[in-house]
């Protein structure tokens, strides 16, 4: 059984859906929550699933050991970023190659890199007259949202949409395809 640790900074939705479709799947399991926020949502749910938390430390997380030491502890063989928005640095990327992935929340590569996450994509792809937005699952590498893409999932952009309208559509989406996109790609 693969081992999984979704590291997320904020309320933990993808990691609730990680976490309910791998419950019972007999291939992985969601054995680590990991998050930089000490005050993040995704910790409520740790708690309340009984999973496992390591809450992170940004000098040793960006500038030293990158906790790789002890995620190979924890035997995580599989690394999934789910509104996680620190970098991650290379010695992790290293550590774990083709086995970490990220959820972007619009079709790269644009509406990218540092500072493109929840909110301000939205806001920025109705900014830019877009008629189509969607979400990219893709592996990780040392640069912001450059990794190679594993999925594409498109969804329209309506001339009425606001922000917070356009983000239910991306959620579900997120919602629908990370958990399978995950399993295929462990399964690889």
């Not at 799947?25 to 969601?30: D, K, L, P, R, W």
């Not at 190979?72 to 774990?96: N, T």
């Not at 994509?121 to 189509?132: D, L, N, S, W, Y």
């Not at 606001?162 to 995950?182: D, F, G, M, N």
């Amino acid at each position: 059984m693969k081992r999984i640790a979704v590291f997320a900074s904020g309320t933990g939705s993808n990691a609730r859906c990680l976490l309910d479709y791998f419950r019972n799947s007999g291939e992985a399991e969601v054995a680590l929550i990991v998050c930089n926020n000490p005050k993040a949502g995704v910790l409520q749910l740790a708690a309340e699933t009984q999973t496992e938390t390591l809450l992170l430390e940004r000098e040793r997380f960006s500038a030293g050991d990158a906790y790789v030491p002890v995620l190979q502890e924890k035997q995580i063989d599989f690394i999934v970023l789910a509104g996680f928005l620190w970098l991650v640095p290379e010695k992790l990327v290293r550590a774990y190659p083709d086995k970490i992935i990220n959820i972007h929340p619009a079709l790269l590569p644009k509406f990218g890199g540092k500072g493109m996450y929840g909110m301000h994509v939205h806001r920025a792809v109705i900014a830019a007259g877009e008629t189509e937005s969607g979400i990219t699952i893709h592996y990780v590498n040392e640069h912001y949202d450059e990794g190679r893409y594993i999925a594409q999932v498109t969804c329209p952009v309506y001339a009425t949409d606001t922000p917070e309208a356009l983000a239910k559509r991306i959620q579900a989406l997120e919602h629908a395809y990370l958990p399978e996109t995950v399993l295929n790609v462990i399964g690889k």
